[in-house]
């Protein structure tokens, strides 16, 4: 049974570290939130780690940049980043899709393709038309408010000469503010209903998981899964991924279940245990936001 709880001070004291998503948690695609915000520093003020843990397909760096200069989320909330990105990132430089890869996404993604200093020796990626492909990469759609199925002409000729697209960022949507936009998790679904094969690498997916805690213990070596709690928005991606690695979780209602949950300040008990029986998911708490 989910537990609702007023603030993450109420259960900190169980856990030594935090696996936090970003989106619909820390930021909403616009600001930083200030009450999760100062969650966040309170529970390092209380000597806890907090690893932000997003499906971001930017590198970490990318990412710190983006908290910092776009969303004003200070540097002391948290202490190390573990992303899709760099988690794709990382398969596409070992050839995952091969050398030849055709890119659906924006040039704000261009750093994806940027060297990775974890993996020696690297494939030779090139970037070419679909014609010329051997594989994917897919860091979002080319236009994030446009129907994915805009793009169903591009794979079904990648279907038919059967490539595999490396998803950079598992997440279906976000929401920039009060705008709902489309994520490369969308495209892979997509490719994958038409028949072609998707690989995922961000949340709910093992990949990402393994690399967050390769950079906790980089931070702290000391601290075992039952000493984490991972916190997020999506029920499909962060607490399912909690779930799968064994991992406590803490589900935001007020993210992407916010009017099904009915969340003002809190979500409605009714309508989040309806929600999480239709789902099928079992967060071991519940708040309307981080706080």
Not at 72 to 91: E, F, L, Q, Y
Request: hydrophobic content about 40%; aromatic content about 6%; proline content about 6%.
């Amino acid at each position: 049974m989910t537990r609702i709880i007023e603030s993450l001070a109420e259960i900190s004291n169980n856990y030594d570290a935090l696996f936090c998503d970003l989106w619909g948690c820390v930021h909403d695609g616009v600001k930083g939130l200030p009450d999760a915000i100062e969650a966040l520093r309170a529970f390092r003020a209380n000597g806890g780690k907090v690893v932000l843990l997003t499906n971001s397909p930017r590198p970490r760096k990318g990412v710190e940049k983006q908290l910092l200069e776009q969303f004003d989320v200070p540097a002391d909330c948290w202490d190390t980043i573990a992303t899709s990105g760099d988690s794709a990132r990382a398969a596409m430089l070992t050839g995952a899709v091969g050398e030849k890869v055709y890119h659906i996404g924006t040039p704000a993604d261009e750093p994806f393709f940027e060297p990775l200093h974890l993996i020696k020796d690297p494939v030779d990626i090139q970037r070419v038309e679909l014609d010329e492909a051997e594989g994917i990469i897919c860091t979002g759609p080319f236009d994030a408010k446009a129907d994915p199925d805009t793009l169903r002409p591009q794979l079904l000729l990648a279907k038919q000469k059967g490539l595999k697209l490396l998803c950079a960022n598992p997440d279906i949507v976000v929401d920039r503010g009060e705008v709902r936009e489309w994520c490369a998790g969308a495209v892979a679904k997509l490719y994958t209903e038409m028949g072609g094969e998707s690989l995922y690498f961000g949340k709910p997916h093992p990949p990402i998981y393994d690399l967050a805690r390769r950079r906790l213990s980089e931070v702290d070596a000391s601290i075992n899964d039952n000493a984490i709690l991972a916190v997020g928005d999506g029920i499909h991606t962060d607490i399912q991924g909690a779930i799968g690695e064994g991992i406590d979780s803490l589900f935001i209602t007020g993210g992407l279940a916010r009017d099904i949950t009915k969340t003002s300040h809190q979500p409605d008990e009714e309508a989040l245990t309806s929600y999480l029986n239709e789902e099928k998911s079992n967060p071991t708490y519940a708040i309307g936001f981080l706080r």
